[in-house]
């Protein structure tokens, strides 16, 4: 098993910006990518942004230029800074990892809300 622990998130006004994190612990594998999720009231849970073991990054195409994603390998950490943030980012966010592994571990989510 892997757990995923998130930090970070809260209420911020548009045009704002936060940082989430998310350690994993446990049976986690270095080779696993790393990945963010967001799931709106009322939608269906959404791809965000992804890092690889080597470092390839990958977002949704709302969020480039404003998100980047980055890990810290010493300590599994793996972090989403989020800039100009829009009231339509507003969602709880979820740390995902192993899927390219045929697992599907998650964070417990952490509310982000953009608004004034």
């Known amino acids: 098993q892997v757990q995923l622990v998130q930090s970070g998130g809260g209420l911020v006004q548009p045009g704002g910006s936060l940082r989430l994190s998310c350690t994993a612990s446990?049976?986690?594998?270095?080779?696993?990518?790393m990945a963010w999720y967001r799931q709106a009231p009322g939608k269906d849970r959404e791809f965000v942004s992804l890092i690889t073991n080597i470092g390839t990054t990958a977002y949704r195409d709302s969020v480039k230029g404003r998100f980047t994603i980055s890990r810290d390998y010493t300590t599994n950490t793996v972090y989403l800074q989020m800039n100009n943030l829009k009231p339509e980012d507003t969602a709880v966010y979820y740390c995902?990892?192993?899927?390219?592994?045929?697992?599907?571990?998650w964070g417990q989510g952490t509310q982000v809300t953009v608004s004034s």
């Open positions: 995902n990892t192993g899927r390219s592994y045929g697992f599907d571990y």
């Open positions: 446990g049976s986690f594998r270095s080779e696993f990518s």
